[in-house]
């Protein structure tokens, strides 16, 4: 049974820093692209932030570049996001999720339960 | 990477169908055919009853189907059922490993 288990949310000032951690466990990690996609309160989903399975390449929204970084450790089946400069509208839940490949194109087959973020002073 | 454009809100009656529309550009919807729909509960997380366009996940009920035409994806959901109420998001892959989301739709079952 694939599980995503999400930890490291929780309140930062605007401006701080705060990881993300995803525990995979049920497929073979290190085959898979995996992804963070967040959504704020009452808000849609957005997508944050993608690493694929092989290659090691890092794709980010407009809206995070350069100030998220994704990575994961493939020895301990564990995704991460790097988050600094925080700012008020990185406020949501960010959910971990598995990326499935069947063509040209991906779509999430399996999310974990998400971890809220604050960014407040 | 612009949100894809859904209705607000639709609804229906038990039994009845109701369509949602997912409408973007020709760098995402119209460009591939990797659009997928996601059903979101208040308070869980979403989970896929469509992948490229119009194929259903290992135990997603076959009243949920998909199509696209041109710059427009569209999930229809025949023979409503209480449990249908919900939110739904559309996704396209946008090409370069990106994607993008719609703004959702709540779902009404009346």
């Known amino acids: 049974e694939v599980q995503l288990l999400e930890s490291g949310g929780g309140l930062v000032q605007p401006g701080g820093s705060l990881r993300l951690s995803c525990a995979a466990s049920?497929?073979?990690?290190?085959?898979?692209?995996m992804s963070w996609v967040r959504q704020a309160p009452g808000k849609g989903l957005e997508w944050v932030s993608t690493?694929?399975?092989?290659?090691?390449?890092?794709y980010y929204a407009d809206s995070v570049k350069g100030r998220f970084t994704i990575s994961r450790d493939n020895s301990k089946n564990t995704l991460y996001l790097q988050m600094n400069s925080l700012r008020a509208e990185d406020t949501a839940v960010y959910y971990c999720?598995?990326?499935?490949?069947?063509?040209?194109?991906?779509?999430?087959?399996?999310w974990g339960q998400g971890t809220l973020v604050t960014v407040s002073s | 990477q612009s949100a894809l454009t859904q209705p607000r809100s639709v609804s229906g009656s038990p039994g009845q169908s109701v369509t949602i529309s997912c409408t973007g550009t020709?760098?995402?919807?119209?460009?591939?055919?990797?659009v997928s729909w996601y059903q979101q509960h208040p308070g869980k997380a979403p989970e896929a009853v469509i992948y490229?366009?119009?194929k259903r996940p290992s135990g997603v009920p076959d009243r949920f189907s998909g199509s696209k035409s041109g710059n427009t994806a569209s999930l229809t959901i025949s023979g409503l059922q209480a449990e249908d109420e919900a939110d739904y998001y559309c996704?396209?892959?946008?090409?370069?490993?990106?994607?993008?989301f719609g703004g959702g739709t709540k779902l009404t079952v009346l």
């Open positions: 999720a598995k990326e499935e490949w069947l063509g040209g194109g991906n779509y999430f087959d399996y």
């Open positions: 049920g497929f073979t990690f290190s085959s898979y692209a």
């Open positions: 690493f694929r399975g092989s290659g090691g390449s890092t």
């Open positions: 020709s760098s995402d919807v119209g460009g591939y055919n990797y």
């Open positions: 490229d366009v119009s």
């Open positions: 996704y396209s892959y946008a090409g370069s490993y990106t994607g993008v």
